[in-house]
């Protein structure tokens, strides 16, 4: 993408629940000075709380992502899908 990146216009953005608001998925635009990208992050909500009234009562609780992806466009072929979360093996010092 090349340094700096940053965060696209928020009107291309998105912001999508399922699950019953337990797992959310958010797609926002970011720009390099080469390229630009759409980053995408799905996470799941922490804990085992099946009522939306609790969660607004007792507040926002803790999510944990599950997918980051960038979608990376190719020179005359297909865009292709890069993960952004931390590989264990890698970051282990392994």
């Known amino acids: 993408l090349g340094e700096p990146i940053v965060a696209g216009p928020w009107y291309n953005s998105s912001v999508a629940t399922a699950g019953g608001g337990n797992m959310a998925t958010c797609r926002f635009p970011v720009q390099g ?4 990208s759409e980053v ?3 996470a799941l909500r922490k804990g085992d709380w099946r009522s939306n009234v609790l ?3 007792l507040g926002p609780g803790e999510w944990r992502p599950v ?3 960038a979608v990376l466009g190719m020179s005359g072929g297909l865009p292709r899908t890069v993960s952004l979360m ?5 970051d282990a010092g392994a």
């Open 67 to 69: 997918a980051v992806q």
């Open 55 to 57: 969660y607004h009562l």
């Open 40 to 42: 995408a992050v799905r």
């Open 86 to 90: 931390p590989r264990p093996d890698v």
């Open 33 to 36: 000075s080469r390229r630009g």
